[in-house]
């Protein structure tokens, strides 16, 4: 099946610093992908959708301009996480839908801890 | 807006059959599906409906009916392995592709 991947499976940086998390779609081009957060022990919370050649779309409740979504290319879609801060410490998952329509692909994660 | 329920915990033995309920409210809606989380993974697929009825994958079983709003996840022949966070989650609303996911399931399997 396709396969969705990010960079880096863990970070760890110091309050106040960006870090930015890449999410590719390894054999099938993606025009849209979507980031999700999720907290220990809770479900997962959409926070955006990453739409190729036009600006990404924000869930209610997200800053935009604290989590900033480029998507590059076909294949790529970066999350920065600007001046992060401990309570910004969560896991971050993206996912592409595939072809068909129950297809969504989700990467494997990205565990970030803010210091 | 968009909102599932379903159980927080669940425990059952290995071997035994395990049903896990979902109740949907939505704005819009083409299907419930279901995913399976371990530990510190990320989301696997286990099942979609589309439509009314039961769909049949394996171990995995999973129905819906959309007049209820209502769907449930079976879980038959359970192993050890089985013991993680499952999901029930919709498509839906403004946007086709986009996932809301019910708060999830803890089911633990004991010997």
């Known amino acids: 099946g396709a396969v969705v991947s990010q960079h880096p499976s863990r970070v760890i940086c110091k309050s106040g610093t960006s870090v930015k998390i890449e999410c590719r779609s390894l054999?099938?081009?993606?025009?849209?992908m979507f980031w999700y957060r999720q907290f220990p022990k809770q479900s997962l919370m959409l926070m955006a959708t990453?739409?190729?050649?036009?600006?990404?779309?924000?869930e209610q409740g997200v800053e935009k301009d604290k989590f900033l979504i480029n998507h590059a290319s076909l294949t790529l879609s970066t999350l920065t996480v600007t001046s992060a801060h401990p309570e910004d410490s969560s896991f971050y998952i993206c996912?592409?839908?595939?072809?068909?329509?129950?297809?969504?692909?989700f990467g494997p994660g990205t565990r970030l801890t803010v210091l | 807006g968009q909102s599932l329920e379903q159980p927080s915990e669940v425990t059952a033995v290995e071997g035994a059959i395990v049903q896990i309920n979902c109740t949907y409210q939505t704005s819009g809606f083409y299907g419930l599906s279901w995913y399976q989380q371990h530990d510190g993974g990320a989301p696997t697929f286990l099942s979609y409906?589309?439509?009314?009825g039961l769909e049949e994958t394996g171990r995995f079983s999973s129905f819906l009916s959309r007049s209820d709003s209502y769907g449930y996840l079976l879980l038959q022949e359970l192993q050890m392995k089985d013991s993680a966070s499952y999901f029930c989650?919709?498509?839906?609303?403004?946007?086709?592709?986009?996932?809301?996911f019910g708060q999830g399931t803890i089911l633990t399997v004991h010997p």
């Open positions: 989650a919709v498509a839906g609303g403004t946007s086709y592709g986009k996932l809301t």
């Open positions: 409906n589309a439509l009314d």
């Open positions: 990453s739409n190729e050649g036009s600006k990404a779309t924000y």
């Open positions: 996912s592409a839908p595939g072809r068909e329509d129950n297809e969504q692909f």
């Open positions: 054999d099938f081009q993606a025009t849209t």
